[in-house]
């Protein structure tokens, strides 16, 4: 069998990757501390917002929870990409 050489990519690809992987871990963190600014200045707990029947405060922090973590997940996926080998 013949052994698989590791693909080459070109610099702006790389660099690319690295700097939006970059940015979108630094957008991940800003929107976590900010929703978590937002639950310590909050003056009722979960437990009240549930029994209020407040879904809509609830849902609005559920998504920017996703956004924020999806965003930090997609820019360490960037960050490997351009830091890893096709072999690592």
Wanted: proline share 1%; glycine share 12%.
């Amino acid at each position: 069998m013949s052994k698989s050489s590791a693909k080459r990519r070109g610099r702006k690809e790389i660099d690319r990757n690295y700097f939006f992987g970059d940015v979108f871990i630094k957008t991940g963190v800003a929107a976590g501390v900010a929703l978590g600014g937002i639950l310590l200045i909050t003056p009722f707990t979960l437990a009240d917002t549930v029994y209020d029947g407040a879904w809509d405060y609830l849902a609005v922090l559920g998504v920017f929870a996703a956004l924020g973590l999806a965003s930090f997940m997609y820019g360490r996926h960037l960050r490997r990409e351009a830091t890893h080998w096709d072999f690592d």
